[in-house]
């Protein structure tokens, strides 16, 4: 492999790190803001931290944040078409957390992923889980997957995405070239995108991101678009008017982001915030190869991927012991990501 294909891989690899991140600290963002806000504010904020209780199979007791190595699970939800009920996950991502060397490692787990369901016979798309049987499924389905466990979640649905949005006045966004796409709503609505700075609501934000079929990067590009939506939204909730009208956002907030970490969790997460920096974060990318079984499209995962995430992610959560191989390719990773800074 050439000089310059590798740069390009170093390059992809970076960029969907930041989209991770952003998303990762995004819902950061807002829980810490209870530290600088009132009554109204926490008691709203809170509601969110009141979702579902989930269990998880490879835990053997309670871990606390900021004293213990934790997991989340980030869901998307895309339920527009079952009015609001069940849907699928149209976006997932894992991180895991150590406090003790303050690092984060993420993974983007695709939504076409060919895996096993627990309690279902035959393979399919690791999206199916949240329809077959929710949070709970979901959250057995990603550790039977890769042998880890999930200790926390955050969800939000195309809905609340677009309120979210809405509720901060919209975002700002550069335009990459000309395109159109549907809306989530029904009947569906063509929205069109002109090349240069465009203001976009919750509803043009959410089709902006969501666009791959006519953007001739595919994935690609539709990250690059999801990490600009996503920067401009961290940089909406970071402005100091975002601060200021925090108890106007709260409910916005509280009725659209579900997740079973409690506020204090949240806060005590967030005060390592300031510590973590670009060589803190590690991305893992799931190898595999696009496949088309029985009529139907699957991104089928390497098995010797799949082991060695699972390693590395239960290493950083110290379920196991780094093996020689872990911790050289962990020091050759550190010097590659420190020497890209």
Known sequence: MNQSRKMARKKRRRKKGFIARLFLLIVIVVLVFVGYQGVKTYIELNKATKGEQISSGLRDGEVKISKDPISILFLGIENYSTGGKGGRTDSMILA?????????????????????????????????????????LTVDTVENFLNVPIDYYVTVDFKGFKNIIDAVGGIDVEVPFDFW????????????????????????????????????????????????????????????????????????????????????????????LPNINNQDFETLKIQGHDDTINGIYYYVPEDESINEISSKLRVHLDLDKPST?????????????NSNQ
């Open 181 to 272: 796409e549907n809306t989530d709503t029904q009947p569906r609505e063509k929205i069109y995108f002109t090349k240069g700075m465009m203001h976009l609501n919750g509803q043009q934000a959410l089709a902006y991101s969501r666009m791959r079929k006519r953007d001739p990067r595919g994935d690609f590009g539709r990250e690059e678009r999801q990490q600009q939506v996503i920067q401009a939204i961290l940089s909406k909730i970071k402005s100091p008017q975002t601060i200021l009208k925090m108890d106007d956002y709260a409910k916005v907030f509280s009725d659209n982001i579900s997740t079973n970490m409690k506020m204090s969790g949240g806060i005590s997460l967030a005060k390592h």
């Open 96 to 136: 895991t957390f150590n406090p003790k060397d303050e690092t984060i490692k993420t993974m983007s787990i695709p939504r076409d992923t060919y895996v096993s369901i627990p309690g279902h016979t035959e393979k399919t798309k690791i999206n199916h889980a949240y329809s077959y049987g929710g949070l709970q």
């Open 325 to 337: 191989s872990n911790s050289l390719n962990t020091d050759s990773s550190s010097s590659e990501n």
